[in-house]
T-cell receptor, first 111, second 119 residues
Framework: GEDVEQSLFLSVREGDSSVINCTYTDSSSTYLYWYKQEPGAGLQLLTYIFSNMDMKQDQRLTVLLNKKDKHLSLRIADTQTGDSAIYFCAESSLYGNKLVFGAGTILRVKS | GAVVSQHPSWVICKSGTSVKIECRSLDFQATTMFWYRQFPKQSLMLMATSNEGSKATYEQGVEKDKFLINHASLTLSTLTVTSAHPEDSSFYIC???????????????FGEGSWLTVV
């Protein structure tokens, strides 16, 4: 079945770049998403990438997709303390809207 | 952007009672809504998928008689936890998507989540 894996924890200093990695197994994954969850809150969609793209940039966020290796990464430039949260990688196939989530990566930003 | 609202944000109920959580899409018609459950410090687990006007499709291991899902309109889905027990205490999150379009994408919007505590 589908599986999405992420590293569990990342700690960076304020102002540095953060890179959160994700791997997935479903070769039919068409959309790959990054969500942010702050403590006690719902999910905020940060960005998503279509599988025929290898990069997408949106302000401080850069998503890289290596479809051959089924590897997705999220780079946050100039990381701020407000970026501290859990980041979830998720994927869905073309034929359904069901999302399969990774376990989430806790990002801690030290000032 | 699209907004999905859940209500209540948090609820405490007695063991054995039932509690209903609502999920509304405020500015778009949601043909499909999803209900997820999240335990502390864990990822989201899909419970069921509901399409407007039809029965929900439950994931393996989710009791359909315990977690009743109704998607009566294109803007509202409800999750009713029947005969709640303390182990049902969790964070429940809904998400909604509009009609899928290969051109515009497959964006799914999440509600703010509902904390359920069963005492």
């Amino acid at each position: 079945g589908e599986d999405v894996e992420q590293s569990l924890f990342l700690s960076v200093r304020e102002g540095d770049s953060s890179v959160i990695n994700c791997t997935y197994t479903d070769s039919s994954s068409t959309y790959l998403y990054w969500y942010k969850q702050e403590p006690g809150a719902g999910l905020q969609l940060l960005t998503y990438i279509f599988s025929n793209m290898d990069m997408k940039q949106d302000q401080r966020l850069t998503v890289l997709l290596n479809k051959k290796d089924k590897h997705l990464s999220l780079r946050i430039a100039d990381t701020q303390t407000g970026d501290s949260a859990i980041y979830f990688c998720a994927e869905s196939s073309l034929y359904g809207n069901k999302l399969v989530f990774g376990a989430g990566t806790i990002l801690r930003v030290k000032s | 952007g699209a907004v999905v609202s859940q209500h209540p944000s948090w609820v405490i109920c007695k063991s054995g009672t039932s509690v209903k959580i609502e999920c509304r899409s405020l500015d778009f018609q949601a043909t499909t809504m999803f209900w997820y459950r999240q335990f502390p410090k864990q990822s989201l687990m899909l419970m069921a998928t509901s399409n407007e006007g039809s029965k929900a499709t439950y994931e393996q291991g989710v009791e359909k008689d315990k977690f009743l899902i109704n998607h009566a309109s294109l803007t509202l889905s409800t999750l009713t936890v029947t005969s709640a027990h303390p182990e049902d205490s969790s964070f429940y999150i809904c998400s909604a998507s509009a009609r899928f379009s290969p051109i515009s994408g497959n964006t799914i919007y999440f509600g703010e989540g509902s904390w359920l505590t069963v005492v």
